[in-house]
């Protein structure tokens, strides 16, 4: 079955730095890869979306990377803030069917 | 965009009972769906709601479990049937507007305890 895997472990980083988190996925060819942001309590929020055709996106401070050959996806996050402190989930899918990995933790200290 | 609310926002049930969350959407969609989360765990697709038809289900899920009913384009409702502890999680509507590869919009959840 598709596995879709995230880092575990939280990240901390300080205040304006870039955060850097990574998404891998394995048994599966999607062709859109997602990356939503999720707060304690509440559902999760689209951010970004990248198609398979596409190497980057941005928009703002964030950045995604499709590289269908190493079968990941990274998520950047330039100039980070506090506010930014959140788990951030990435999405595999085809059509509108998505599988989510489990998150990463984001910390983001002043 | 699309805002979904969820009804209720948690429940506390006894073994054997059955819960029914309802998703209401505020505008037309094209597709819905229903997520399980546990703590700190990834989001598990349970099913599609699809309108006016029976949903699809996710390997591991089956119907007389958790069906789902999708009446028409703006609401949905899962049931937990026969609830046993291990249903206590955090369950999720979503929704899709347009075209392929669009963003979901989530509902808050439903926070649901089996004792």
């Known amino acids: 079955s598709q596995k879709i895997e995230q880092n575990s472990e939280a990240l901390n980083i300080q205040e304006g730095k870039t955060a850097t988190l990574t998404c891998n996925y394995t048994?599966?060819?999607?062709?859109?890869l997602q990356w939503y942001r999720q707060d304690p309590g509440r559902g999760p929020v689209f951010l970004l979306l990248i198609r398979e055709n596409e190497k980057e996106k941005r928009k703002e401070r964030l950045k995604v990377t499709f590289d269908t050959t190493l079968k990941q996806s990274l998520f950047h996050i330039t100039a980070s803030q506090p506010a930014d402190s959140a788990t951030y989930l990435c999405a595999a899918g085809n059509f509108n069917k998505f599988y989510f990995g489990s998150g990463t933790k984001l910390n983001v200290k002043p | 965009s699309a805002v979904i609310s969820q009804k209720p926002s948690r429940d506390i049930c006894q073994r054997g009972t059955s819960l029914t969350i309802q998703c209401q959407v505020d505008s037309q969609v094209t597709m819905m769906f229903w997520y399980r989360q546990q703590p700190g765990q990834s989001l598990t697709l349970i099913a599609t709601a699809n309108q006016g038809s029976e949903a699809t289900y996710e390997s591991g899920f089956v119907i007389d479990k958790f069906p789902i009913s999708r009446p028409n384009l703006t609401f949905s409702t899962l049931t937990v049937s026969n609830m046993s502890p291990e249903d206590s999680s955090i369950y999720l509507c979503?929704?899709?507007?347009?075209?392929?590869?669009?963003?979901?919009?989530f509902g808050p959840g439903t926070r649901l305890t089996v004792l």
């Open positions: 048994n599966y060819s999607p062709a859109y």
């Open positions: 979503s929704a899709v507007t347009g075209t392929s590869g669009n963003e979901q919009f």
